[in-house]
């Protein structure tokens, strides 16, 4: 399918070393945060989430950093690999939105070299 | 499926015809939601279904825009005399419930107007 996100910035990373994606976002009253990833011609995967009680929380290979002084978010993806190279999404939701609607961010784009 | 669908996955229209997006999600999920992705960007809200209650609309971007859902099942969006700004891909999405569950995404489908 079409590539999303053409013009996006970009992280270029070696084979096994790791990876941070950032993400700034502006609302305080945020206070649910999700990363997907997104592969070229299909929907954004749910990668981890975190809410705002915390700050930090980890899975496999993935973990989140939320700084809510500074409205900041991390993925940190350890010794990555060729299936990770995709789009990855932030996204939130505000304490006042009522139905979970999320707010996305730009995206960005993570090229892993062999 | 196990997954989210969404049909046709691609869809090619001439500007001011009418078309019709497909969504189903996934079975016993009650909240559906539809966002659409225009290239190099990040995902848009445009409506949100919860149960048996009135939609959220509050992100259609005009009343060209509109969508149905049929209990909790697959939901039609429609979009009437298309429009070249409309070519985007148009993702779906579903969640158990509404409040700060995770939304499970569809490939999309990409609309091209010309």
């Known amino acids: 399918g079409e590539s999303v996100g053409l013009h996006l910035p970009t992280l270029s990373v070696q084979e096994g070393d790791n990876s941070i994606i950032n993400c700034a976002y502006s609302?305080?009253?945020?206070?649910?945060f999700i990363w997907y990833k997104q592969e070229s011609g299909k929907g954004p995967q749910f990668i981890i989430d975190?809410?705002?009680?915390?700050d930090k929380r980890q899975g496999q290979r993935v973990t989140v950093l939320l700084n809510k002084t500074v409205k900041h978010l991390s993925l940190q993806i350890a010794a990555t690999q060729p299936g990770d190279s995709a789009v990855y999404f932030c996204?939130?939701?505000?304490?006042?939105?009522?139905?979970?609607?999320?707010?996305f961010g730009g995206g960005t784009r993570l090229m892993v070299k062999p | 499926g196990a997954g989210v669908s969404q049909s046709p996955s691609n869809k090619v229209t001439e500007k001011g015809k009418d078309v019709e997006l497909r969504c189903d999600p996934i079975?016993?999920?009650?909240?559906l939601y539809w966002y659409r992705q225009r290239l190099g960007q990040g995902l848009e809200f445009l409506i949100y279904?919860?149960?048996?209650?009135?939609?959220?609309k509050s992100g259609l971007p005009s009343d060209r825009f509109s969508a149905e859902r049929t209990g909790e099942s697959v939901s039609t969006l429609t979009i009437q005399r298309t429009q070249q700004e409309d070519s985007a891909v148009y993702l779906c999405?579903?969640?158990?419930?509404?409040?700060?569950?995770?939304?499970?995404f569809g490939p999309g489908t990409r609309l091209t107007v010309l």
């Open positions: 999405a579903s969640s158990f419930f509404a409040d700060t569950d995770t939304q499970y």
């Open positions: 609302n305080s009253a945020s206070d649910y």
């Open positions: 975190i809410r705002s009680n915390m």
């Open positions: 996204a939130e939701k505000s304490r006042y939105n009522a139905g979970n609607m999320l707010t």
């Open positions: 079975s016993g999920h009650t909240a």
């Open positions: 279904f919860q149960g048996n209650s009135a939609p959220d």
